[in-house]
């Protein structure tokens, strides 16, 4: 069963960079999209955007601007990076994995989450 | 964007109800609305996908139902590991978008 695990640096400073990295173990790694979420009080679930295997990406046209998504499939991990940080992007983010299948996509398979605080 | 609205934000419910959730979405999306069961401090838990299509491992109390702009998930004997906030999510077109959460409580 797939499993996957977010890391990195719990504070981030305000108009700074938070990146984080999703682990994924247990599955296949190629065939899928890999995705970003987070959750906050404020906006509750916002998608982020995903990296396909191939390495091409889709992002949300909100965050577009300060987001990048990378991909190493030797290691079977995705990161992503969002610069100038503000209060707003403290949440838990989420990584999680995309399946598509022949039917709408969704989200099958999720990280425990990794809480982000933006301090100034 | 797509304007995914649930209804109601929350509701209590004994054990053996049969519940009830609806999800609205701001235009057509045909049958690309997924729901999803969040408890709390854990990740989302995918249940339904493509409006009604059971995810492998979910119990079938679980259903779903709707196309074009209206759906609805029905929990048709609530258990006392269904507490929990509910989500629908739509993957029309991007941005992927969510609904507000519907949260069922003990009564």
């Known amino acids: 069963q797939v499993q996957l695990q977010e890391s990195g640096p719990g504070l981030v400073k305000s108009s700074e960079t938070l990146?984080?990295?999703?682990?994924?173990?247990?599955?296949?790694?190629?065939?899928?999209?890999?995705?970003?979420i987070r959750q906050s009080p404020g906006k509750g679930l916002?998608?982020?955007?995903?990296?396909?295997?191939?390495?091409?990406?889709?992002?949300?046209?909100?965050?577009?601007?300060?987001?990048?998504?990378?991909?190493?499939?030797s290691k079977n991990q995705f990161s992503l990076r969002l610069t100038s940080v503000t209060a707003a992007d403290t949440a838990v983010y989420f990584c999680a994995r995309g399946v598509h299948g022949g039917n709408p996509e969704r989200f099958d398979s999720w990280g425990q989450g990794s809480l982000v605080t933006v301090s100034s | 964007d797509i304007q995914m609205t649930q209804s109601p934000s929350s509701l209590s419910a004994s054990v053996g109800d049969r519940v009830t959730i609806t999800c609205r979405a701001s235009q057509n999306i045909r049958n690309?609305?997924?729901?999803?069961?969040?408890?709390?401090?854990?990740?989302?838990?995918?249940?339904?996908?493509?409006?009604?299509?059971?995810q492998s491992g979910v119990p079938s109390r679980f259903s779903g139902s709707g196309s074009g702009t209206d759906f609805t998930l029905?929990?048709?004997?609530?258990?006392?590991?269904?507490?929990?906030?509910?989500?629908?999510?739509?993957?029309?077109?991007t941005p992927k978008t969510f609904g507000q959460g519907t949260k069922v409580e003990i009564k």
């Open chain 1, 46 to 73: 916002e998608w982020i955007g995903y990296i396909y295997y191939s390495g091409s990406t889709n992002y949300n046209p909100s965050l577009n601007s300060r987001v990048t998504m990378s991909i190493d499939t």
């Open chain 2, 32 to 54: 690309y609305l997924n729901w999803y069961q969040q408890k709390l401090g854990r990740a989302p838990k995918l249940l339904i996908y493509a409006a009604s299509t059971l």
């Open chain 2, 74 to 93: 029905t929990i048709s004997s609530l258990q006392p590991e269904d507490f929990a906030t509910y989500f629908c999510q739509q993957s029309y077109n």
């Open chain 1, 19 to 36: 990146s984080l990295t999703c682990s994924v173990s247990g599955g296949s790694f190629s065939g899928y999209f890999w995705t970003w």
